[in-house]
């Protein structure tokens, strides 16, 4: 049997005081999918919402602190292994990047890159198009008219 699981959350980092910078990290040998540039991904732990599990991963994965936390979407997943489709939140956290990240272990480089240069180089279609909706959305340092949908903190 197949259950459904709302198990993760996605997370683009991003500054957008500095032309749109999306942070991408590239997975370490040894891990999973080595070599592949992705976002902040992590599990939601158990008694915990998905945006605390964003903010988490992101200080967990970056040493970053959020300043904004923007929900963009919910994407479906099967993860054959456990026989689950897991449902990944997927939100956009503005940081700031003149600051130092600190790459966790499952990570051998990050990068600041345009959203040009990201999309180009994310592992993930929906990746790709996740950078291009929260561009969409937050280019103009919030969501404009819908920021208070949007916006969890």
């Not at 902040?40 to 919402?49: K, L, Q, S, T, W």
């Not at 929906?126 to 819908?146: E, F, I, N």
Request: one cysteine or more; hydrophobic letters at 40%.
């Amino acid at each position: 049997m197949t259950t459904l699981e709302v198990g993760v959350v996605d997370v683009f980092v991003i500054d957008p005081s500095r032309d749109f910078r999306v942070l991408l990290m590239r997975r370490a040998p040894g891990v999973r999918c080595t070599g592949a540039w992705e976002a902040v991904h992590g599990r939601i732990e158990a008694g915990e919402r998905p945006e605390d599990a964003a903010l988490r991963e992101v200080f967990e994965e970056t040493g970053l602190t959020v300043t904004r936390l923007y929900s963009l979407t919910c994407n479906p997943f099967y993860l054959h292994r456990l026989g689950t489709v897991q449902v990944a939140v997927v939100f956009a956290a503005f940081v700031d990047s003149t600051l130092p990240v600190q790459q966790s272990e499952e990570h051998d480089q990050v990068e600041w890159l345009s959203l040009d240069d990201a999309v180009e180089r994310a592992a993930w279609p929906r990746t790709r198009q996740g950078l291009r909706d929260a561009h969409h959305l937050l280019k103009s340092g919030d969501a404009g008219p819908v920021d208070d949908v949007l916006r969890v903190r």
